[in-house]
């Protein structure tokens, strides 16, 4: 019996200290416009779209050095409606559908225990001088730059733009789910560790 009960609980435990990462969907055949989508790693996006709806696909367009899915056509799979895929890498992914151009999604995934980077930026602001300039009294009236773009009059009233910054990513999911299945399955280890010894 003891036996039987540490084996539960070691399976139990290095289910919970894997984890199955948060899951996502994306509803895939929905013509709408998609906002980029925040995940972390590990985490699960599932693409369902509706039975008899058409050919449709999903196919990593661009990403990680190295990473490439291609789900071929979802009207062949055996439900008809559902592709998920598990995003263990970091990295921005341009997902897109072969048979529609407008199904298109940006996936960021980043690593939630990993410390936040900060980019050098080459962007010239409002009131900033590079110093080969001669100042006559006014400032900078536009800039783009990548993500979006900012306008103003020169004197420090200005508009924002979309604010979406290319290449980085804050995750919507929180990672306290998974430490806190982790944290359990490590304890259930531990308990089976010292049960069975």
Same mark, same amino acid.
């Given at each position: 019996?003891?036996?039987?009960?540490?084996?539960t609980?070691?399976?139990?435990?290095?289910?919970?200290?894997?984890?199955?990462?948060?899951k996502s969907?994306?509803?895939?055949?929905?013509?709408?416009?998609?906002?980029?989508?925040? +995940?972390?790693?590990? @985490?699960?996006? =599932?693409? !369902?779209v509706?039975?008899? /709806?058409? &050919?449709?696909s999903?196919?990593?367009?661009?990403?990680?050095?190295?990473?490439?899915?291609?789900?071929?056509?979802l009207s062949?799979?055996?439900?008809?409606?559902?592709?998920?895929?598990?995003?263990?890498?970091?990295?921005?992914?341009?997902?897109?559908?072969?048979?529609?151009r407008?199904?298109?999604?940006? +996936?960021?995934?980043? @690593?939630?225990? =990993?410390? !936040?980077?900060?980019?050098? /930026?080459n &962007?010239?602001?409002?009131?900033?001088?590079t110093?080969?300039?001669?100042?006559?009294?006014?400032?900078?009236?536009?800039?783009?730059?990548?993500?979006?773009?900012?306008?103003?009059?020169?004197?420090?009233?200005?508009?924002?733009?979309?604010?979406?910054?290319?290449g980085?990513?804050?995750?919507e999911?929180?990672?306290s789910?998974?430490k806190?299945?982790?944290?359990?399955g490590?304890?259930?280890?531990?308990?089976?560790?010292?049960?069975?010894f």
């Amino acid at each position: 019996m003891k036996v039987l009960i540490c084996i539960t609980l070691l399976l139990i435990g290095s289910c919970m200290v894997y984890g199955f990462g948060e899951k996502s969907t994306v509803q895939w055949d929905d013509p709408k416009e998609r906002e980029p989508l925040n +995940i972390g790693i590990g @985490d699960i996006v =599932a693409f !369902p779209v509706t039975p008899g /709806s058409g &050919e449709h696909s999903v196919k990593v367009m661009k990403g990680p050095k190295g990473v490439m899915f291609d789900s071929g056509d979802l009207s062949t799979y055996k439900d008809g409606t559902n592709f998920t895929y598990n995003f263990g890498t970091a990295g921005r992914y341009q997902l897109g559908c072969i048979y529609h151009r407008h199904q298109t999604i940006v +996936i960021n995934v980043v @690593d939630p225990e =990993a410390p !936040p980077t900060v980019e050098p /930026s080459n &962007e010239v602001f409002p009131g900033d001088t590079t110093g080969d300039e001669e100042d006559n009294g006014s400032n900078v009236g536009a800039i783009s730059g990548k993500g979006g773009e900012v306008s103003g009059d020169g004197n420090g009233n200005g508009l924002g733009g979309d604010g979406a910054t290319e290449g980085k990513a804050s995750s919507e999911h929180s990672s306290s789910n998974s430490k806190f299945n982790m944290n359990i399955g490590l304890l259930l280890l531990a308990l089976c560790a010292v049960f069975f010894f």
